[in-house]
Structure formats: C-alpha cells, structure tokens
C-alpha cells in the first residue's frame, strides 16, 4: 500500500506468541509547569491545559495536572502499563512535593524496596512514583541513584523550589525559560509558543550553529531566552534565582586496564542486562533493525530474553529504491537468523507535504535528513507495537563513525605533507563533480579534504562534522548577520568539550565529545520527536548508566583497532552475527537528498529559496543562494546540505515567526 509519501511492504517470519510481558508501570508522556514569580497570582487553568495538550501526541491516553498556590503543573500520557494506578501527578504523602515525569526508571523496583523499608508508602506500581519519594528521602542526590531515560519537574512547597532534571544521555528533552511573570517548562518548545508572553527572537548565535552543524546546542535554542536543560543536569528555581548544576559526566569515568576476552565479555553481560531491564512492558513492542551492528546487537539480546518466555520479537526497517542507500537486505538477513516477526518499508521521494509535517513537529530548526525515515519507521511500527528498542548510542561510544579514521588519517598527514599541497589537492577536488551514489571514493574523497583543509585543526574529528566553512559564510551571511557574530566563537563548545576530558586518550576524548553534542543535540532529538510525532515510545540500551560507564572505561585502542571500527562490540556478537554485518562498513541512516532535491523536491526548493524569499529575511545573500542551488541542479556541486538547511530555516520561520 502507499500512504504519506512512502510504499509499504511486509516481510514476515513465524514467530510464536507476542511481545514480553514483565509488570511494571511505566509511560512516556510531555510535561509541562508554570511557577509565578508573585505566589499570590493563581495559574490559570485554562494557560496550563493549553500547554498540556500541546503535547497531545506525546501521549494521547491521558492527562493529568495539579495547581497549587502560584505553581502549576502538567502531562500528556501515552499508556504502557497501570493505566489506572500510573496516573500523575505524584505528591508525597504529606501532600508537600509534587512531580511530573516523562521516561523510564529501570531501576526503580530496588528503589521503591529500599524506600518502603525506610518508611515510605505508595499508591501506585508506577515507577515513576519512585522518583518523588526518593526525592524525599534524599534530596537533590536522588538523581545520582536513578536509572532511566527521564525529564521531570517537582514542586517541593516546604522551601519554594522547582527540580527540573533529565537523564544522563539525554534521550528526554526539557525546555525552559522566563517571562516578566513567571517560570515556564516543558517537554517541547510547542507548549512554550501557546503563551503570548514567549518571545519569538532570534538568536542569531543559535542560527549560526544550526547552519554549523544543523542542529542547535544545548543550553541555546533558535530564541533568545528559552533554553535546553543539558543531559545529565538539574535545574533548581527559587525565589527568581535559576540555579543548573551536572550531576554526572563520562568525563569522570577512569579507562582500565582490559583483555579483549574479558572487556569482550563485558560488553555482552552488561549491554544484555540493559536490554533485559528495558523490555518491560503490558503491550506488544519490537525494536528498530537497520542490519548494523548496534541495532542487530540489541535483537539478538532481545530474542535470547524473548526466547526464555517463548514469545516472539517484532523488528521495522526503512529503505530506499536507490541501492546505494538501501539496506533492507542486511536486516531482512539478521531477521531471518533471529526468527523475528520483520516489517520494512520504502521511502518514497514525494515527501514534499511530509517535509511540511515533520518541520511543525521538530519546533526548532532541524536539518539531518535521516529524520524522514525515523518518522516513517516509527508510523509503522505504532500500527504494531508502542514501544521499540534502538541501538542508538552504539557510535558514541565504542567508535562507528568514519570521522575517526579521517582524524587519525589526517594527522599521519600533516606529519608528511605540507598544508599547501593539501590546500591545493582540496582545491583540485573539489573541481570534480560529485557521484550520485551516498559515499563512493569520489565522495568520500572530496569530503575528507574539504573538512581537512576548512575546519580548524583544534576541532579534531568534528572537522567532518561541520557543513559550512568560514569561508563560505563570508559569502553568504548577510552584513548585518555577520556583524550580530562578531564576538561569537561557533566552535566553542566543541572545543570544550575535547579539552574537559582528563585523558591521554584521543579517542575517548572524542567519543565523550560525540555523546555530549551530536548524540544529545541531534540524534537523540531526532528520534524522540519523530517518534513522539507518531505516539511511540523509544529506549536506547545502549544509553544505560552501567553500559555507558563500562564503554568509558576501555582504552580507545578496543574500539578503533587499525581500520575496524568497534572492534570490542563486534567481537562481543561475533558468534551470534553474521560475518556481512559484522565487517561491512557503517553506512548512516541517510536519504538520497542530494539527487531528490534535483528532481522531486526541486519545485519546494525553488519556492521556499525564491530570491523574494531571501531577501524578506535578511540573513543572507540572494545571489548566493540562487548560485548554490543552481550549481546543484546542474550537478556541478553537491550543496545539499546547505539547500536543505536553508528550506528547513524557511519553512520554520513561516511557522513558528510568521505564523502561517
């Protein structure tokens, strides 16, 4: 069948019974709050349910709020479990502390035992219900006990002060700021914008890294005076004072010494664990299966846990009609071998009313293109389950990507070959027209010099992480855009982050680097929106506290072994995977834009990047932007990282500024 812009197709294995069943109680939900600076101002109801079903998709099911005097707050629930006794909001048996949450706590039958021990009472089997009497036995340290993908917000009356936290990888968003009456939070900026009293600024530094990078870094977002909590922070307000404290970091965890045997074992046991703490669920789930190695670990965890409760693993897979971008082969292989009950679908090109849908969903400029197929395979998978495991993070930590390799070759480089040569072997690529295909040796070789030669050496591996240089910014950006950037440095917290580490080891520098900003500002937004867009709830195992720490701990040495990437986690699967998915290379969950945007998408292009368009904004140079998407069509350049960047930006701003 066709629907939205995509061809489904059904390839199915026998497998015996349905997803596993482990009582708990668990939801995914948004949340929102208002706290007023004058307590003596009650919450009006009417702003706090608005804010609240703004986030209806977040969870349809149910609703919840509690006002008090001066603060308010409020969810959105998607059902997964207890659907009567998970209500919230959760409040002390005092009635003194309040809390909303969105996420998982994996451990929380070990917390809520301990907390029954000293005292504590329960109306629930909610697992977030631990969270408000952990709370309360242990104050703000609380946090550092937890285990989970979580955002929440509590209102403690005894001393006037909001706790907002998120977990530490950040797979739960939260948003904040100040109006000239109060304080607001929320799961998306969608339920900041229905108070007339949000500000639509924008900050220029912010616009400066979505064209960067195309995605915003936390704290900043789009607009000046909103915020993003951090991953693995706390935020605490009382009495107008804002207060953002870390409780956790990677950059803390000491590397050991390891065997390959032994750390081998480790990541198997301890990544099994994970996986089994997170299959917990009352309803159907499966898991998203790209043929990798991170995604085809966490099934074969699954259905070694599934086969103890003879029942059956659904797995989803996305693809593409240009071969060079399809994968469905790889999963469709690791499926077979697993038994698992494995749907796939197509992604059409015609995605023009699609593109329309997903800009609205995202609130904040967006430009990873890998985020049409993780809407499309999170709306198939909702028609089956509502929950999915993911091998996200995998990269992060144990070194998928290929900007490792390019670092590491590009310092062997610099050692033997003078810049200038470089400089002009760069140039005499970058004459050469760009394949059609997703990488290719021509493609991969005009990227690894254009970052070589463009970024600055300092940024290390994230110089193949960034989309527009400095020197085509001059060309670009608007004078009034360049003055409004004249004291910003756009690097500056990837250079933070390379240097927090206390390490000699390079590559751990980088994957903390990785995990801290492109796992937390872009992969993992994207998956909770696309997903969230369609009422499906996500987990990452591989973002358990206990994998995480254990993948900090190995020298970089047991991830980047000469040219294999994840040496360590390939060799923990090796007698489970097939050998085509444990030695073929990383391919990336990518569209084929670049070709679409000469063809099917060409006409949104050309009206969303019209020179009329441009030059009402006045961020950049019209003449600019036609010579780029001119050259693209004619297939002299590949600029589709830019064009696409620039129609989000637009799109965007016909929504969220204009209104329309």
């Known amino acids: 069948m066709t629907e939205r812009g995509y061809v489904w197709v059904r390839v199915h294995n026998p497998v015996v019974g349905s997803a596993p069943v482990i009582v708990t109680s668990l939801f995914m939900c948004g949340i929102v709050g208002i706290v007023q600076n004058d307590f003596s101002r009650p919450v009006e109801k009417k702003s ?333 998978a909702r028609e089956h389950v509502k929950v999915v495991l993911s091998g996200d993070g995998g990269d992060e930590l144990f070194g998928g990507y290929d900007t490792y390799e390019a670092d590491r070759m590009a310092r062997g480089l610099a050692l033997r070959v003078p810049k200038g040569a470089l400089s002009a072997l760069a140039n005499l690529t970058s004459m050469v027209p760009p394949s059609s295909k997703k990488k290719g040796l021509i493609n991969k070789l005009k990227r690894f010099m254009s970052g070589l030669v463009e970024g600055p050496d300092d940024l290390q591996h994230y110089r193949w992480m960034t989309f527009l240089s400095a020197a085509r910014k001059r060309e670009l950006y608007s004078t009034d855009f360049q003055d409004r950037l004249r004291n910003s440095d756009v690097y500056k917290p990837v250079r933070e982050c390379l240097g927090s580490m206390e390490t000699d080891d390079l590559l751990n520098r980088q994957l903390y680097t990785d995990l801290s900003l492109y796992l937390a500002d872009d992969i993992l937004v994207k998956v909770d929106r696309m997903s969230m867009a369609t009422s499906l709830e996500t987990r990452a195992p591989f973002l358990d506290v206990e994998v995480m720490e254990l993948a900090f701990s190995m020298p970089g040495h047991l991830k980047l072994r000469g040219r294999q990437r994840k040496y360590v986690l390939k060799k923990a699967f090796e007698d489970v995977l097939p050998s085509s998915v444990l030695t073929r290379p990383k391919e990336g969950f990518s569209i084929p834009m670049k070709n679409w945007l000469r063809s099917e998408l060409a006409p949104l292009m050309d009206e969303l990047l019209s020179s009329e368009q441009i030059i009402r904004r006045g961020w950049f140079e019209p003449d600019v932007v036609q010579r780029a998407v001119t050259a693209h069509k004619d297939g002299r350049q590949n600029n589709a990282h830019l064009l696409f960047s620039l129609m989000v930006l637009e799109r965007w701003a016909q929504e969220y500024i204009d209104g329309v």
């Open 48 to 380: 706090l349910n608005d804010m609240i079903e703004s986030l209806r998709h977040r969870g349809p099911d149910d609703s919840g709020s509690v006002v008090v005097q001066g603060v308010g707050l409020g969810m959105r629930r998607l059902s997964i479990i207890d659907v009567e006794g998970g209500q919230q909001p959760f409040t002390t048996e005092d009635g003194a502390v309040h809390l909303v949450a969105n996420g998982e706590i994996y451990n929380f039958k070990e917390l809520r035992a301990e907390l029954i021990s000293a005292g504590h009472q329960f109306r629930s089997h909610s697992d977030i219900e631990v969270l408000v009497h952990a709370y309360e036995e242990w104050n703000e340290s609380f946090l550092q006990r937890v285990q989970g993908m979580f955002a929440l917000a509590l209102w403690d009356r005894r001393n006037e002060t909001l706790i907002c936290a998120r977990d530490r990888a950040g797979e739960k968003p939260l948003y904040y700021t100040r109006t000239a009456d109060a304080f607001l939070l929320a799961s998306e900026l969608k339920a900041l914008f229905v108070r007339s009293d949000v500000g639509r600024e924008i900050d220029m530094e912010a616009l400066d890294q979505f064209l960067t990078y195309e995605y915003v870094m936390a704290p900043r977002t789009i607009l000046q005076g909103i915020h993003k909590l951090p991953p693995a922070h706390y935020l605490r307000y009382r009495k107008g004072d804002v207060s953002v404290k870390r409780y956790w970091s990677a950059n803390q965890i000491q590397v050991q010494s390891w065997n390959d045997k032994n750390a081998a074992t480790a990541v198997r046991e301890t990544l099994g664990r994970a996986v089994s703490r997170q299959m917990m669920s009352d309803v159907p789930f499966g898991a998203f299966l790209s043929g990798g190695i991170d995604s085809s670990a966490i099934v074969a965890l699954m259905a070694q846990e599934a086969h103890k409760n003879n029942v059956g693993i659904n797995t989803f897979s996305m693809g593409f009609k240009d071969g060079s971008y399809n994968e469905l082969a790889y999963a469709r292989e690791v499926a077979d071998i697993l038994g698992t009950n494995h749907r796939e679908g197509i992604v059409d090109p015609r995605i023009g009313d699609l593109f329309h849908k997903l800009i609205s969903h995202l609130d904040e400029p967006f430009a990873d293109v890998s985020l049409f197929p993780t809407y499309l395979v999170s709306q198939s």
